[in-house]
């Protein structure tokens, strides 16, 4: 029922409660718990055992505090959070590399289970959609285009329209179409008539609005 009520779904709360869980019980897999937020509201739900409620509680209340600072828009604690994740074991690695914004130093190809610790900010300024095309257009080569037939042309592109030497289908499109036409049936009522014609007898299928 909780799901029906969500703006969005928070499935890691359900996932770190449920891996909790099942370092207690087997049962835990059997679990359906939802959480997940409307508007400005963190919704948990929680098993229905003293027990379970407060071992699941104590698994995800380290997070907590950030999500609702998240929620309510509270940049400050947000930044404050992110910038102690960031101070706390990052392995950096010994060259820099200098952009238009400054230095930042890049942490190991062996990190990339900090996730948490990556930058927060580009430190690249930000540009229009249709400047950055445009930088992506000049820099990109042109292909030349080849002949292949057609078994090994998996993966190209058409460099020029086909056009078929005989008008596809050879017949008369209607037969193999089918037609929804709404209009007025009664004076006050809508109707959707849809209209199925074959090879050999016209259906007509009227649903009154």
């Known amino acids: 029922a909780t799901r029906h009520l969500l703006d969005k779904e928070a499935p890691g709360l359900v ?43 104590r698994c995800i209340l380290p997070a907590l505090h950030h999500a609702l600072d998240l929620l309510s828009g509270d940049s400050a604690a947000v930044t404050a959070t992110h910038s102690a994740l960031a101070s706390t074991g990052q392995h950096k690695c010994s060259h820099h590399h200098k952009s238009s914004a400054g230095s930042h130093d ?59 030497t005989q008008p596809l289908p050879p017949f008369r499109a209607s037969i193999k179409d089918g037609y929804a036409v709404i209009g007025e049936y009664v004076v006050g009522r809508g109707c959707c008539i849809l209209l199925c014609e074959c090879f050999t007898h016209i259906q007509l299928l009227m649903v009154l609005g």
């Open 106 to 164: 890049h942490w190991s190809r062996g990190d990339f289970h900090k996730v948490a610790l990556r930058a927060r900010k580009s430190p690249y300024p930000m540009i229009p959609v249709e400047e950055a095309t445009e930088i992506i257009v000049k820099h990109s080569a042109v292909l030349p285009s080849v002949n292949l037939p057609l078994n090994k042309a998996l993966g190209h592109v058409i460099a020029e329209d086909v056009k078929a």
């Open 15 to 57: 996932i770190a409660m449920i891996s909790s869980s099942l370092q207690v019980t087997p049962m835990a897999m059997l679990s359906r718990s939802v959480c997940g937020i409307r508007k400005s509201t963190l919704i948990i739900n929680l098993p229905g055992s003293v027990k379970a409620s407060q071992e699941c509680l």
